[in-house]
């Protein structure tokens, strides 16, 4: 797309201002989780194994606990993974944070119901990663997701490592985008060329 607007010997500046527009164009501004004035928020974080999601959710519960002052309980769905609750349970330790494993889209709710008591205003569920190509896992993901009570407000957000291949990015957002509504967050960012570029990730 660039290319139907280059001009003739552009100058780097040019053509660097270009394809920032269209990106910008493309995957427009990043949006930062915002808390619900009427309804408890609840983010899931969905993707592949290894991306990030656990890490990612632990800093954006410190986030929001540590700088922005607000109550924030951490939910795991991912009894697939061995050790993985423990890790989220030392992160939610170190936050002084609530940490609850759930195995059902029943169970997550009625345990919602329970932090809902707490007046929690975020909470973050962590979910199992799997290939895209798992449709048993898949479609665990989405009962658990889409089963959630309407007494809360709900986002899902489809984590993926920057270091991935383009080809396979684009393969896991088209697939993912079958079942399930989400935004796109990106972790890794310091393992790629992006690390050079001079940018707020708040």
């Given at each position: ?28 501004q990043p949006q930062p989780i915002k808390l619900s004035e009427h309804k408890p928020k609840v983010v899931f974080f969905i993707g592949p194994t290894g991306v990030g999601k656990t890490t990612t959710i632990a800093k954006i519960a410190s986030r ?139």
């Amino acid at each position: 797309e660039v290319e139907k607007v280059m001009k003739k010997g552009a100058s780097v500046d040019y053509i660097l201002s270009s394809i920032y527009q269209k990106m910008i164009l493309k995957f427009g501004q990043p949006q930062p989780i915002k808390l619900s004035e009427h309804k408890p928020k609840v983010v899931f974080f969905i993707g592949p194994t290894g991306v990030g999601k656990t890490t990612t959710i632990a800093k954006i519960a410190s986030r929001f606990k540590v700088e922005k002052g607000k109550k924030v309980a951490l939910f795991t769905a991912d009894t697939y993974r061995i050790a993985a609750a423990e890790q989220l349970r030392t992160y939610a330790n170190i936050l002084d944070t609530p940490l609850n494993i759930v195995y059902s889209p029943k169970e997550l709710n009625e345990e919602l119901t329970k932090a809902q008591e707490e007046e929690f205003d975020l909470v973050l569920v962590d979910t199992a990663g799997f290939s895209h190509k798992n449709e048993e896992q898949r479609d665990e993901t989405r009962e658990l997701i889409d089963q959630l009570s309407d007494e809360f407000e709900k986002e899902v957000y489809l984590v993926l490592s920057a270091t991935t291949k383009y080809r396979d990015l684009l393969e896991i957002a088209d697939m993912y985008k079958e079942n399930f509504q989400f935004k796109m967050l990106f972790t890794k960012l310091d393992e790629t060329a992006f690390s050079t570029c001079d940018c707020d990730y708040s």
